[in-house]
């Protein structure tokens, strides 16, 4: 059965074509500048890569391209597209009315759009890349996966914030989390690693790339995660705050910020960025702070501190711990920045092994044998889990 993932962003769509129940990649791609001049989409299969510049309108004509690709005669890897069967997007906020993913009806959609006001970068182009693909496969059946979905199981207790009741009664303020599927594909894989059933573990999760987020899981449920009502808490992140006073927005408010300012400021121009005031990207910050660049050396502390402060809330809330795993682009590859946050942590029981977390770029095991809490890289892999929900509520 075949199972197209597809992940829209506003102006980009990215897909991969699955072969399922085996999980063969069949081919992957990108579409991408939508709208944009110098639109192009780039389709990799067999090992070999090919690049289409066009103008792209849209998303829906982004889609016929896609669907052109995949069944070019030079290039293409299907004879026709009904052979897709179903078609599992990527859809980040689904606020508190999904704990897994769903086929998608009429209703799942106006939940997209009702919660589109609390992720307004992404819901919309989420729900516009349903659309192409229901225009494009008619007859193929449309799977949502929410990003929110893994932490509906956290409590009242650690989803709520101490304001005002009403607002979660009017607006559902609320913690919602995000890259739920990716927390839940590391942990669950932590779990086999470990030998253990998925439910036999407690494990926090440390999504570090471009976005961060860290989850608490317990027993193989997410108890507790670093993002909020929005993705902007918890973590630092290349150009996100993560945590501060929010006294500090009605004080630059005093000083002239308008909301909107504030809102660019917290999301766009913070974090990695806006401490280095170089750049949002690890690897550049490595690269200056080993030239002795001191902002961007403090922007690495602030991150690998706020990680470490987590993780030490998480224990807590875990009252035992077995794993620590690291994903993401950071996660898997910024190896002193593991061996960093792991630090000093012998109390809690972590004890990195420096010479193989030195080695580790993919999925090992990182701590040592003494270590009574193990210590994993895990490469996520969302779009493998959006293919497996897809099939098993489509096969
Ligand atoms: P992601 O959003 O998961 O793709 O992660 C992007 C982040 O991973 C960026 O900050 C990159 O600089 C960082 N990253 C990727 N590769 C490396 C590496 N080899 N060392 C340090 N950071 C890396």
Redesign the pocket.
């Known amino acids: 059965m075949k199972v197209l993932v597809i992940n829209a962003g506003s102006s980009s769509v990215k897909y991969q074509l699955y072969q399922m129940p085996e999980a063969d990649v069949i081919a992957k791609g990108l579409v991408e500048r939508i709208g944009e001049e110098g639109a192009s989409l780039t389709q990799t299969s067999s090992g070999k890569k090919h690049e289409i510049a066009q103008p792209i309108a849209d998303h829906e004509q982004a889609m016929d391209i896609i669907l052109a690709a995949l069944v070019n005669k030079d290039y293409g890897v299907i004879s026709d597209v009904s052979e897709i069967a179903s078609v599992g997007h990527r859809v980040v906020h689904g606020g508190d009315e999904f704990s897994g993913s769903m086929i998608i009806d009429d209703k799942v959609v106006a939940s997209i759009e009702k919660f589109a006001d609390l992720a307004p970068l992404h819901n919309p182009p989420n729900l516009t890349g349903i659309r192409a693909a229901q225009h494009g496969l008619p007859n193929a059946k449309q799977v949502a996966c929410f990003d929110t979905s893994f932490h509906a199981t956290i409590p009242e207790v650690a989803y709520m914030y101490a304001l005002p009741y009403e607002l979660y009664e009017e607006y559902r303020i609320r913690r919602y989390g995000f890259h739920g599927t990716s927390h839940r594909y590391v942990a669950r894989k932590c779990t086999e690693v470990m030998g253990v059933g998925k439910y036999d573990a407690n494990v926090i999760t440390c999504h570090l ?3 961060c987020s860290m989850t608490a899981v317990k027993n193989g449920k997410s108890v507790d995660t670093s993002m909020g009502l929005t993705p902007l808490e918890g973590l630092v992140m ?1 150009t996100r705050s993560g945590d501060f006073d929010p006294a500090i927005l009605f004080y630059l408010t005093d000083k002239g910020y308008s909301i909107k300012d504030l809102n660019t400021l917290c999301n766009k121009k913070s974090g ?1 960025l806006g401490i280095s005031g170089e750049s ?5 910050l ?1 690269e200056l702070a080993a030239k002795g660049d001191k902002k961007a050396q403090l922007a690495i502390d602030i991150f690998a501190y706020r990680v470490k402060k987590y993780i030490g809330t998480y224990t807590a809330v875990l009252g035992t711990l077995d794993a620590v795993v690291f994903t ?3 996660g898997e ?2 190896v002193e ?1 593991r061996a960093q946050i792991c630090s000093d942590q012998k109390q809690i029981g972590i004890e990195i092994d420096a010479d193989v977390n030195a080695k580790t ?1 993919g999925l090992g095991c990182v701590s040592t044998e003494a270590s009574r809490v193990k210590v994993y890289v895990i490469p996520t892999d969302e779009e493998f889990a959006i293919a497996a929900d897809t099939y098993e509520l489509t096969k």
């Open positions: 790339g471009n976005g290349g990695l949002n990207d690890m690897r550049n490595s993401g682009g950071i590859n910024a920045l770029r």
